[in-house]
């Protein structure tokens, strides 16, 4: 399947300047693949009277310009009025946009000829004026395979008629606005509400009678309120439009009212949505508002669903068949406080997380559910952990001596011991799993004072805790577990695989807390830590001790290796680029990747989701003799545009690599990572060749 991926440059700053000279005395320019006018619809000015002036905007076949939201990458045209006499201008009247999919991005825009219009108003106190000279200072963004911006002065000059009728006074030029307000959406103001979950915007508005359910889209005016490459399906339900869109990674939560165009291509209307009442009352007045007994009912359903949740249920579930086998568990030869032991486990547990959440919080940080996983050790720790268990689960893990059978330990016997620390492994296994309604609660108790967050805790424990105290309180519950057979063996094994399962999370977030080399650590520390579980298993009484020791040691050396990647990783984020410091690296004989960007290049963002969002890049850049630098040309920069201008360029992306100062290569605009990485490694195999 074929990738259109596209290049984006901007021509010099030199010829710019010559457009704008060029232009500053008349009504129209010319830039590249561009031609801009300034027009007025009237042929004088009526003092008092509402006219328009237009921005002509007409790009060459294939190019595009932009709406007032460009969608994921571009910039919209932008215009900055002037007249010597006392003038009013009002907003652009923008036309309605088509979507311009690029790539896996979408922009809004328009692909062909569009006029700006601009609502003027001259004072009366000016009857007495001949004439009245306008400028406008443009500037805008036109694309294709590569985007180039342009600015360009623009004045029209237009005689005073106070005593004229705009109606009857028409340009020659007057037909483009007409045919633009065709191109305009309705007058209608339409009203709706919408509500924000983690991940998506619910929005509901109520439509015109007249409106049929045609193909709407909704195109906020900011850019960050939804992923605009997102399939839009809205539901009309008597006359209410409902819509479900995913929301931008760079939304910020907010009560005020949020602006869109409603448009079908043909028509459309503008949309001022506000916050559903429900909704904006939870955000103003924040957790006082909700209900203690409320929120601690949802922490208590949360922690009996998280009884189930695939890290949890195998360790709950070896507890429940070991008091299977176990005849005479549930009589009165065990003592409640033995059979109670499980719970207290939980409690304990779930009041000191509780503790130290508080703690940290009096210190002034910012703390939630969770924490803990954001410490690359605790993270392997805990990888390590569940692959113990998975082994135990498939009778790989050892059972005999006191050494090899610590693990199986927690989970067998039933004294008090057993039944306690059962229980703290189950909510340490639990405390990377967040079960549905828990969210809820736990947020507020991350914010409240400590009384209400320890009380919203140990509803949690009481809920997590229950399934299991009641197999061991009550007989009834007990007779609930099925008799023992051939089928728990093969049960037990079965469970093995929602732990590994887990285990591959955490190893997917581990790499990204410390890069793929830290995580190759890891998974190397994985595999020695089960081979030699596997051996100790296979090995005499007397030497079984020994590979478990070996295991455990193996285990903490990778651990802390790849844990240690995490301030590598931080320094190795891209630095900004420097003639300056290119030059002392090049000297130095080092390995140096220059990536030239922007934020509005719609070929930049493609190849940094493509090319250098990627596993294999971040290993290549982590050795200490490769460098990567960034320029960014969002903004005008004299010293970037000396570096194109040394390489020809009239504008971004540009990719160079260095082997020193006697080897250099300019990299194709679209780019792969594998284009990148053959790169940067025969840029090593020069520099290797010239030591040699």
Same mark, same amino acid.
């Given at each position: 399947?074929?990738?259109?991926?596209?290049?984006?440059?901007?021509?010099?700053?030199? +010829? =710019?300047? @010559?457009?704008?000279?060029? $232009?500053?005395?008349?009504?129209? &320019?010319?830039?590249?693949? #561009?031609?801009?006018? %300034?027009?007025?619809?009237?042929?004088?000015?009526?003092?008092?009277?509402?006219?328009?002036?237009?921005?002509?905007?007409?790009?060459?076949?294939?190019?595009?310009?932009?709406?007032?939201?460009?969608?994921?990458?571009?910039?919209?045209?932008?215009?900055?009025?002037?007249?010597?006499?006392?003038?009013?201008?009002?907003?652009?009247?923008?036309?309605?946009?088509?979507?311009?999919?690029?790539?896996?991005?979408?922009?809004?825009?328009?692909?062909?000829?569009? +006029? =700006?219009? @601009?609502?003027?108003?001259? $004072?009366?106190?000016?009857?007495? &004026?001949?004439?009245?000279? #306008?400028?406008?200072? %443009?500037?805008?963004?036109?694309?294709?395979?590569?985007?180039?911006?342009?600015?360009?002065?623009?004045?029209?000059?237009?005689?005073?008629?106070?005593?004229?009728?705009?109606?009857?006074?028409?340009?020659?030029?007057?037909?483009?606005?007409?045919?633009?307000?065709?191109?305009?959406?309705?007058?209608?103001?339409?009203?709706?509400?919408?509500?924000?979950?983690?991940?998506?915007?619910?929005?509901?508005?109520?439509?015109?009678?007249?409106?049929?359910?045609?193909?709407?889209?909704?195109?906020?005016?900011?850019?960050?309120?939804?992923?605009?490459?997102?399939?839009?399906?809205?539901?009309?339900?008597?006359?209410?439009?409902?819509?479900?869109?995913?929301?931008?990674?760079?939304?910020?939560?907010?009560?005020?009212?949020?602006?869109?165009?409603?448009?079908?291509?043909?028509?459309?209307?503008?949309?001022?949505?506000?916050?559903?009442?429900?909704?904006?009352?939870?955000?103003?007045?924040?957790?006082?508002?909700?209900?203690?007994?409320?929120?601690?009912?949802?922490?208590?359903?949360?922690?009996?669903?998280?009884?189930?949740?695939?890290?949890?249920?195998?360790?709950?579930?070896?507890?429940?068949?070991?008091?299977?086998?176990?005849?005479?568990?549930?009589?009165?030869?065990?003592?409640?406080?033995?059979?109670?032991?499980?719970?207290?486990?939980?409690?304990?547990?779930?009041?000191?997380?509780?503790?130290?959440?508080?703690?940290?919080?009096?210190?002034?940080?910012?703390?939630?559910?969770?924490?803990?996983?954001?410490?690359?050790?605790?993270?392997?720790?805990?990888?390590?952990?569940?692959?113990?268990?998975?082994?135990?689960?498939?009778?790989?893990?050892?059972?005999?001596?006191?050494?090899?059978?610590?693990?199986?330990?927690?989970?067998?016997?039933?004294?008090?011991?057993?039944?306690?620390?059962?229980?703290?492994?189950?909510?340490?296994?639990?405390?990377?799993?967040?079960?549905?309604?828990?969210?809820?609660?736990?947020?507020?108790?991350?914010?409240?004072?400590?009384?209400?967050?320890?009380?919203?805790?140990?509803?949690?424990?009481?809920?997590?805790?229950?399934?299991?105290?009641?197999?061991?309180?009550?007989?009834?519950?007990?007779?609930?577990?099925?008799?023992?057979?051939?089928?728990?063996?093969?049960?037990?094994?079965?469970?093995?695989?929602?732990?590994?399962?887990?285990?591959?999370?955490?190893?997917?977030?581990?790499?990204?807390?410390?890069?793929?080399?830290?995580?190759?650590?890891?998974?190397?520390?994985?595999?020695?830590?089960?081979?030699?579980?596997?051996?100790?298993?296979?090995?005499?009484?007397?030497?079984?001790?020994?590979?478990?020791?070996?295991?455990?040691?193996?285990?903490?050396?990778?651990?802390?290796?790849?844990?240690?990647?995490?301030?590598?990783?931080?320094?190795?984020?891209?630095?900004?680029?420097?003639?300056?410091?290119?030059?002392?690296?090049?000297?130095?004989?080092?390995?140096?990747?220059?990536?030239?960007?922007?934020?509005?290049?719609?070929?930049?963002?493609?190849?940094?989701?493509?090319?250098?969002?990627?596993?294999?890049?971040?290993?290549?850049?982590?050795?200490?003799?490769?460098?990567?630098?960034?320029?960014?040309?969002?903004?005008?920069?004299?010293?970037?545009?000396?570096?194109?201008?040394?390489?020809?360029?009239?504008?971004?992306?540009?990719?160079?690599?260095?082997?020193?100062?006697?080897?250099?290569?300019?990299?194709?605009?679209?780019?792969?990572?594998?284009?990148?990485?053959?790169?940067?490694?025969?840029?090593?195999?020069?520099?290797?060749?010239?030591?040699?």
């Amino acid at each position: 399947m074929k990738r259109f991926l596209f290049f984006i440059g901007l021509y010099f700053f030199a +010829l =710019l300047h @010559v457009v704008a000279a060029e $232009s500053s005395d008349s009504s129209r &320019a010319t830039g590249p693949h #561009i031609e801009v006018a %300034l027009l007025s619809e009237n042929s004088a000015l009526v003092p008092g009277e509402r006219q328009y002036l237009g921005i002509l905007l007409t790009p060459e076949k294939e190019w595009h310009t932009y709406w007032r939201n460009a969608g994921d990458s571009g910039e919209a045209p932008t215009v900055s009025w002037s007249a010597p006499q006392n003038m009013e201008f009002g907003d652009i009247l923008w036309p309605l946009p088509e979507s311009i999919p690029v790539a896996h991005l979408v922009n809004y825009g328009y692909s062909g000829a569009n +006029l =700006l219009m @601009v609502p003027v108003t001259l $004072s009366e106190q000016n009857t007495a &004026a001949s004439s009245v000279k #306008i400028v406008a200072d %443009l500037s805008w963004l036109v694309c294709k395979e590569d985007c180039i911006p342009g600015w360009a002065t623009l004045s029209i000059e237009l005689p005073v008629n106070p005593e004229g009728n705009p109606s009857e006074q028409l340009s020659e030029d007057a037909t483009w606005f007409a045919n633009t307000r065709e191109q305009l959406p309705q007058s209608q103001i339409l009203s709706g509400k919408h509500e924000f979950t983690e991940t998506h915007l619910a929005l509901s508005v109520s439509m015109p009678e007249s409106v049929s359910a045609n193909n709407w889209q909704l195109l906020p005016f900011r850019a960050d309120v939804i992923q605009h490459n997102a399939v839009q399906q809205p539901v009309l339900d008597n006359g209410q439009l409902n819509f479900l869109l995913p929301k931008s990674d760079y939304f910020s939560l907010t009560n005020e009212d949020v602006q869109f165009l409603l448009t079908d291509g043909e028509q459309g209307y503008y949309l001022t949505s506000g916050l559903n009442s429900a909704a904006a009352s939870a955000i103003s007045s924040g957790a006082e508002s909700q209900s203690l007994l409320w929120l601690m009912l949802l922490a208590f359903v949360g922690g009996l669903i998280l009884n189930v949740m695939p890290c949890v249920l195998p360790v709950l579930s070896i507890k429940a068949m070991s008091m299977s086998h176990s005849r005479d568990y549930n009589q009165n030869q065990q003592s409640f406080f033995n059979k109670a032991g499980f719970a207290i486990g939980v409690l304990t547990s779930f009041w000191l997380f509780a503790a130290i959440i508080l703690a940290v919080k009096a210190s002034g940080s910012a703390v939630g559910w969770g924490f803990h996983l954001q410490e690359p050790l605790v993270i392997a720790a805990l990888a390590f952990l569940f692959v113990f268990i998975a082994l135990m689960l498939l009778d790989v893990a050892p059972t005999g001596g006191r050494l090899a059978g610590m693990g199986q330990s927690l989970t067998q016997g039933k004294g008090f011991k057993s039944q306690f620390f059962t229980g703290v492994l189950a909510v340490v296994v639990a405390s990377p799993c967040t079960a549905p309604f828990m969210a809820t609660a736990l947020g507020v108790a991350m914010v409240s004072p400590a009384i209400t967050t320890l009380m919203i805790f140990t509803a949690l424990a009481v809920g997590f805790a229950l399934p299991m105290t009641l197999l061991g309180l009550s007989r009834k519950f007990a007779n609930l577990i099925p008799k023992p057979g051939a089928w728990m063996d093969t049960f037990k094994q079965f469970l093995a695989f929602p732990m590994l399962a887990t285990v591959v999370w955490l190893v997917w977030v581990y790499q990204g807390q410390t890069g793929s080399l830290g995580q190759l650590w890891l998974l190397s520390g994985l595999l020695m830590f089960a081979l030699f579980i596997w051996m100790s298993s296979k090995s005499s009484a007397r030497l079984s001790p020994l590979f478990l020791l070996v295991a455990l040691l193996a285990g903490g050396y990778t651990s802390h290796q790849g844990s240690a990647l995490i301030k590598q990783a931080e320094v190795q984020t891209a630095a900004t680029f420097s003639d300056t410091k290119l030059d002392m690296l090049r000297k130095q004989n080092q390995v140096v990747l220059v990536n030239m960007t922007a934020d509005w290049c719609i070929t930049c963002k493609v190849n940094e989701q493509v090319a250098f969002n990627d596993e294999a890049f971040d290993a290549v850049i982590a050795d200490e003799q490769v460098h990567y630098m960034v320029g960014d040309w969002t903004n005008k920069n004299q010293q970037i545009f000396d570096f194109l201008t040394r390489y020809q360029r009239s504008g971004v992306p540009l990719y160079v690599v260095y082997a020193g100062e006697h080897y250099e290569q300019v990299l194709p605009q679209v780019l792969t990572t594998e284009i990148v990485i053959n790169a940067i490694e025969k840029a090593q195999q020069e520099i290797e060749n010239g030591t040699l």
